[in-house]
């Protein structure tokens, strides 16, 4: 009987989950290692999203809200679960765990004013999960790291490394979610691989187009490719520290919100040329890192923002150097991408693989990250 790891990623942007069913076949290498058998998005209501995205921000009834959210999620995840099982005809007695990233909603990887201690918040109840499901859960990826003085984030690098480890040239993954992270996998063993978030990508496209057009996002960039960049906000978005920070790094939809944009902003500006300013100011961000680790590379794209035709046209324009396709190109299925890496997580868990990249996180040393749950 054959059987599989399913993979639970629910992103930054908030608009659902995305679950693959994966084989792992330990006869193989690298890609032909990781064979994705189905995958199904499980898109989030609209009160669903509106309910996540309120916790980005602090308020009153956050408590309430977080606990009983984080139940809710996990009966998403599980309702997600029956339907991926139907539509493959796979039943859970070959299933042999589950990988779930759970909804961040905070990300505080370091001490600040407000928290003296660093801490990462993921939420979609791992034990509630397991019992409805009748599975093994294996969750909490990011706690472990951050304790051993790591950033939590971003996690997908080792499954890049894993996926890529016969290669001949640099080759950078740059996934443009919510926030926008890339994998550096040089082609010379004498460097290390690194990855780190570069900044915003579409949480805050979607925030703004939200505000102005009240749509979740901006359908193949056509609104930021209607409008002007402006100079003079680009420069100032670019000015935050966060861009000059040396990796590891990593951030969240908790620092680059609208109340960030709108400390920079003058009247006179019009709501599409600030979309294409913010779309710019992606580009331009993830640019910069790539041509600071690599003269010429390989570079592709995945996440939800290559769907956003005007970002990807900027960043071929800013990547002239480089040889940039998305991840289609390499066969792979750019919706079940993220969530084949958190199958993966489950599987080098149970196979005691080391799941996680101190080089990336800044972790004091390698570990296997997730807590395992059951029925």
Known sequence: MQRYYIGIMSGTSADGA????????????GREKTQLIGHVFHPYTDTLHSRVTRLY???GDNIDLMASLSVELAHFYHQAINTLLEKYRITREQIIAVGNHGQTIRHRPEKTTINSVPFTLQIGCNQTLSCLSELR???DFRTKDVVLGGQGAPLVPAFHQF?????DNDT??????????LTYLPSSKEKKVLGFDTGPANALLDAWCYKHLHKRHDEDGHWAASGKVIPELLACLLADPY???PAPKSTGREYFTLDWLALQLNPKWIPNDIQATLAQLTATTIANEVDKLSPKSFVYLCGGGINNLHCYKLLKQELKRHTVNDIHSLGLNNQAFEASAFAWLAYAYD???????PDVTGASRQTILGIEFTP
Do not use: S
């Not at 995305?18 to 290498?29: G, H, P, R």
């Not at 996926?163 to 290669?167: A, G, I, P, Q």
């Not at 196979?351 to 990249?357: H, L, R």
């Open 18 to 29: 995305d679950l693959a069913l994966v084989a792992f076949d330990e006869t193989k290498k």
């Open 57 to 59: 921000q602090p308020k």
């Open 137 to 139: 859960v294996i969750g």
């Open 163 to 167: 996926l890529f480890e016969e290669r």
């Open 172 to 181: 950078f993954i740059v996934n443009l979610g919510g926030i926008a992270n």
């Open 243 to 245: 861009f000059t920070k």
């Open 351 to 357: 196979k005691k693989i080391y799941n996680q990249i």
